[in-house]
């Protein structure tokens, strides 16, 4: 049984959840995945977390509800969430899983996102990342994608990017159905930022940025949703028989 | 917290958690209202039951999933599928579920949706429906309208309707994202069915069928999602004051 640790934020969980779905082989409702989406937004945000340590570590909070997830039966654990697996929130929450829920498997959106694009896009050298500040901050993809020989490459003006996820009064947080114009052309100022330095593949390094640009590539440049490589990792994990071939989708 | 129990079929739960997101008004994550969706597709199907009750009946898988997501504390519960709430399967579901987890607070999707139709379209009386098998052949929404002189009407071929949802080859089940402009083909066609006999309002009366209709009306005839009824209605249970205007959406 697959769970999803959501909340962060909701719709960011439930498109997951709706990935997951999308990437299974069925021919009927009975043939799909058990799934379990725990969805509760008492966890502080986590880029605040990050810039002021001296704020409450989510972690506490995102291990407390995969105990309460454990309870059902999950197995194999996702979480929704990039700037989640920063070290100073991943690391203690990883280990209080490994100790209160010994049974539960923690995939990795970061490493499931950069090994599917070794997998599927093989030819690529140069990644643009968009993400929220804690994203960029702590490098969330840029060392791993260094250690596979990979370019990272940010966007000129960052912080459009983290306003098109947070602006109180047009961020994707605050707006998600629909996002807002204003958000979306942002997200799109900073692909095309990144693909203006070379990126030849793009990875929209924040589970809210793929609710404002859905689509899966822009003037030829592939779009990453960290989410699907998640997805299809929990599948794998779970019931690899039901995967759904990459190239239909 | 809001329990969705979901798989029936999967895309529906999970359409509902997105549709309770959608109408809680919020400026932040944190301002969500907390929900899991458990989602094990190991429950029998609701129409098969119905027509032949030497089946298995789903309440009883129903009902063990409601125990299990019980033990993470939710406390108003929803099913996410009008075929299940067919007598035959809810009223024992329901026995079973108040006396195993009594503080549970289970809504029911057709009273909600009928309880909508009187509040926010005052002028309608004849109303539509569109549904599966089981949903004309237990009256799922017949009675409970005609209860408040509202008119029934079904379209002239259900079979097409019943196709749309359940076809191996093309239906929502099988092919939900997208889903087959074959089955959107035979949903639009009941909807002209039913306006053609003087239908003002139109019950989309199976989970699947506004995943193939998502638009809110059709040649000026509204389309009632009943996920909007019922994510409406557990907000309106859990956090009244969150709840976002009809008037907007």
New interface residues.
């Given amino acids: ?1 697959i769970g999803i640790l959501g ?5 960011a969980g ?1 498109d997951l ?2 990935k997951i ?2 990437h299974t082989v ?20 986590r880029t605040a977390f990050l810039i002021d340590p001296s704020e409450t570590n989510p972690a506490v909070a995102m291990s407390h509800h995969v105990q ?2 454990a ?3 999950v197995q194999y654990v996702g979480v929704a969430c990039n700037t989640a697996h920063a070290p100073p929130i991943f690391e203690p929450f990883r280990a209080s899983v490994a100790e209160a829920s010994p049974n539960i498997t923690l995939l990795n959106i970061i490493q499931e996102t950069v090994t599917g694009i070794l997998r599927h896009y093989p030819h690529v050298r140069r990644v643009g990342i968009l993400g929220s500040r804690g994203t960029y901050e702590f490098r969330l993809y840029d060392d791993l994608l260094l250690k596979h020989d990979l370019v990272p490459i940010r966007p000129e003006e960052t912080e459009k990017v983290v306003a098109a996820i947070y602006d ?1 009064a047009c961020g994707i ?2 707006f ?2 629909p996002v807002s114009q204003q958000a979306r052309g942002w997200v799109l100022e900073a692909i095309d930022s990144v693909a203006g330095q070379g990126a030849e593949a793009v990875i929209l390094g924040c589970t809210e940025l793929p609710l404002a640009v859905p689509e899966s590539s822009r003037n030829g440049i592939p779009l990453i949703d960290p989410a699907v490589m998640l997805a299809r990792a929990l599948i794998t994990a779970s019931a690899p028989d039901r995967l759904a071939p990459w190239s239909v989708l």
Same sequence: chains 1, 2.
């Fill in positions: 049984m909340a962060m934020g909701p719709q439930i959840a709706s779905v999308a069925v021919q009927s409702d009975q043939d799909h995945i058990p799934l379990v989406l725990y969805s509760d937004p008492r966890i502080p945000d309460k997830m309870l059902t039966g109180k947080k605050s998600s159905s």
